[in-house]
């Protein structure tokens, strides 16, 4: 190898080891909180919600308290949906 190459090589060696996001990792300073335990649980009655969604004309009111009773409910949420990413 050349001595330039050799150079580079022992550059990109220290930015890599002396990185602050892999020393971060590697001593454990990158941990985060646990989450709060969830309020809900199994078998709970969920809390009422209003949300708007679009019908293709105009954005529309529903909430859960409509359904509650009447059908079964499942709420899913696609967090990229027609947003091009």
Do not use: E
């Not at 150079?7 to 220290?14: G, I, K, T, Y």
């Not at 001593?27 to 009655?45: E, I, R």
């Amino acid at each position: 190898m050349n001595r330039t190459l050799k150079s580079r090589l022992a550059v990109w060696l220290v930015m890599v080891l002396t990185s602050p996001s892999l020393l971060q990792q590697s001593f454990g300073q990158d941990k985060k909180p646990a989450p709060p335990p969830p309020k809900l649980k199994v078998g709970d009655v969920a809390p009422n919600f209003k949300l708007q969604y679009f019908d293709g004309k105009d954005l529309k009111d529903v909430s859960l308290s409509d359904y509650r009773g009447k059908k079964n409910v499942a709420l899913a949420f696609y967090i990229f949906a027609f947003t091009g990413g």
